[in-house]
DNA sequence: AGTGGTACTCGGTACTACTTAGTACCAAGA
DNA sequence: TCTTGGTACTAAGTAGTACCGAGTACCACT
């Protein structure tokens, strides 16, 4: 599915932390694994600006550790201001899809 | 609910596009329809701005009628290319949403 | 030495919602 | 009459986010 760029402004974001929140991991995976969650189009670029802001705004606890495959990795952590930004994150995504539903169901 | 400025980029639109689809209707109402639907902070500028775009892109048709309280009014229907657009959305927000809801549950 | 996979950085672009200011029509009250 | 408030649209500019492109660099295998 293309096309989806829009629409991922400000969810993709929140993806990436509850990513994060599952699990210490680091851009290259994080990608992975939203490509294999059906985000087939977001490129590594996308990911790792997004882990540069969230490190920016203190919502991570960042760990460099080194690789047995290439280059020394920098491992994501959620810290208290990360899980707070990930339930306002949530708490949005479900007013919002909410809201949507309403509005394709209730027929006018 | 606000903050919700980020998340509502590519769906706005298409939320406006259903409105349209619904009724044939012109900007003011379709404003207040928004913010009675709960998008309360959606403001009149943002919905002019939608709908600009819309005509420019050949989505809409459009008549000028005018109004017994006020200005003109320019309202807005559907055509063919329209409907086709508003399907789109429907088929990417069923995708995305389906997505993200399954990243929510797959803990792990 | 060269290739391919891994891993990150940074400057710039495009798109969209929002802001702000402006124009303008109409009705009712001071 | 003037003002206020609700209705109705336009247009220029801002901010935030995903994406693009180029670059750097580590490692294993051939």
Do not use: H
Not at 62 to 84: H, I, M, W
Request: aromatic share 10%; charged share 25%; net charge neutral.
């Amino acid at each position: 599915m293309d096309g989806l760029t829009e629409m991922l402004k400000g969810t993709l974001e929140g993806c990436v932390l509850e990513i994060i929140g599952n699990e210490e991991t680091y851009g290259y995976a994080i990608t992975r694994r939203l490509n294999e969650l059906g985000f087939t189009d977001v490129i590594e670029g996308t990911v790792y600006t997004i882990l540069l802001r969230l490190e920016k705004n203190g919502l991570v606890q960042v760990t460099k550790r080194p690789s047995e495959v290439g280059p020394p990795r920098k491992f994501y952590a959620l810290n208290d201001a990360g899980r707070q930004e990930l339930a306002t994150f949530w708490a949005k995504w479900d007013y919002l899809s909410s809201r949507i539903n309403q509005l394709r169901e209730g027929g006018r």
